[in-house]
Nanobody, 125 residues
Framework: QVQVVESGGGLVQAGGSLRLSCKAS????????MGWFRQAPGKEREFVAA???????YYTDSVKGRFTISRDNVKNTVSLQMNSLKPEDTADYYC???????????????????WGQGTQVTVSS
């Protein structure tokens, strides 16, 4: 059974940094895409960043230059280093992993099979 567990959320002042980590267990082979989404109160879940099991990275425009995604395909972990945080980054952050081969945009939630429970990030002004 696959389990996806995030860690690293918390409260930080604007301009500060946080690092989110995620481990997807229950599978011996690596996942295809792994990424991060976020959902602010009253808003839709949105794409933040993702990687295929190569090194190519994808980011939503609002976090480019501030966030960095990385992954370890052997350990099936993915991390999100978040710098220069802004109050508008406040949200629940979810880790996602694609386990089945399918066509789709890496930024689309429908690409992913497994989701974590989310970790809260709050950025105060």
């Amino acid at each position: 059974q696959v389990q996806v567990v995030e860690s690293g959320g918390g409260l930080v002042q604007a301009g500060g940094s946080l690092r989110l980590s995620c481990k997807a267990s229950g599978r011996t082979s690596s996942y295809y895409a792994m990424g991060w989404f976020r959902q602010a109160p009253g808003k839709e879940r949105e794409f933040v960043a993702a990687m295929w099991n190569s090194e190519r990275t994808y980011y939503t425009d609002s976090v480019k230059g501030r966030f960095t995604i990385s992954r370890d395909n052997v350990k099936n972990t993915v991390s999100l280093q978040m710098n220069s945080l802004k109050p508008e980054d406040t949200a629940d952050y979810y880790c996602a992993a694609q386990g089945k081969v399918r066509l789709g945009l890496i930024s689309s939630p429908s690409l992913y099979d497994y989701w974590g429970q989310g970790t809260q990030v709050t950025v105060s002004s």
